[in-house]
């Protein structure tokens, strides 16, 4: 039976920042479909207050030589905060709504940036892959629905980004439960943690 590695009860990331990014993701995609839309006011400040959280989990692990969370957290609070003046403050009545051709290059060059961290997580638990590839799928689809308006485009969006946001979730208690603990509680999928063939 393998022991535990210390690796096992790293923090991926920060459990508040993950939280954040599952209840900011998900009042997103709220917000695109029609019937059940919340008012505008009320996702920005979900988006502001997630925006917050991720900045400054992301200037924490910074202080603290974690370079790979601040390189992951402070974008993505960025990202939020870029997309309230996109979303939110139109429909607030300040500005307006930028063209297709622009939010599906936006939210393409997003997609780019979570397929260079999925790309880089390789190393890292399956769970943590999993949620850079739902987040880098969830930002494709979404970006192909502005240009196309496409139902379908927005449904996969939607779905993806669901997952991403059941993934952090998953992420942040897993790893609170196995750090309180000191042994795997729920498992992220860490390949030292696979059990080892006993010989024959």
Not at 59 to 72: E, F, I, N, V
Not at 124 to 130: K, Y
Request: glycine residues 6%; proline residues 6%.
């Amino acid at each position: 039976m393998a022991v535990p590695s210390s690796q096992s009860f790293e923090q991926e990331l920060p459990a508040p920042a993950l939280m954040a990014l599952a209840v900011s993701l998900l009042i997103y995609l709220v917000s695109l479909v029609e019937a059940y839309r919340p008012p505008a006011l009320l996702t920005g400040i979900v988006l502001l207050c997630a925006a917050v959280i991720q900045l400054s989990c992301g200037l924490r692990s910074h202080q603290q030589g974690r370079p790979r969370d601040a390189a992951t957290l402070l974008p993505f609070g960025l990202f939020w905060l870029s997309l309230i003046s996109y979303e939110v403050f139109p429909e607030l009545g300040i500005g307006r709504h930028p063209n297709a051709v622009t939010m599906f290059s936006y939210l393409s060059l997003w997609a780019l940036f979570a397929a260079v961290l999925f790309l880089g997580s390789f190393r890292r638990s399956l769970a943590v892959q999993t949620l850079y590839a739902a987040v880098m799928c969830s930002l494709l689809a979404l970006s192909m629905n502005h240009l196309r308006d496409d139902q379908i485009f927005l449904l996969l969006g939607c779905l993806c980004g669901l997952v991403a946001s059941l993934t952090a979730c998953y992420i942040a208690i897993a790893q609170t439960l196995n750090q309180r603990k000191g042994q795997i509680v729920l498992p992220l999928g860490h390949w030292d943690d696979l059990p080892e063939e006993e010989p024959k």
